[in-house]
């Protein structure tokens, strides 16, 4: 099990999925994992599905990426059952998931990822 894993969120599955694969090509051994999209198919988010997320990541602490607000409604609600430690960013979704999974491999310590994240923030 490693220390720093990610969740992502986001309204539509394919977009998840292509991030993921982006991601692998800096960051092969993270723990990456994704709650995105509707059972139907149709684009939005769910508390099931990021909660699957949360549970199939066996990293001891979550770095939680998302597209839209509303995904972080429900990210926030999962958030409350974690009984591990969650980080949540505002940031750019492809950057930062990027950044981080990168920082992640390279075995760099939290405070060393928030740095590179911090410009990255959606005001």
Known sequence: MTRLGMVLVTHVAD?????VKLLREVAKDVD?????????????????????????????ELLVFYDLGSAKMNLEMVMEFS????????????????????????????????????PLKIK
């Open 15 to 19: 977009v998840s999925e292509g991030v």
């Open 83 to 118: 009984e591990r430690p969650v980080h949540l960013y505002d940031t750019a979704f492809v950057e930062s998931a990027y950044t981080a999974a990168a920082l992640i491999q390279a075995e760099s310590n939290l405070d060393e990822i928030n740095q590179q994240l911090a």
């Open 32 to 60: 990456i994992t994704v709650g995105a999209g509707l059972d139907d198919g149709q684009i939005g988010t769910s508390f099931e599905r990021i909660q699957a997320a949360f549970d199939a990541n066996p990293a001891e």
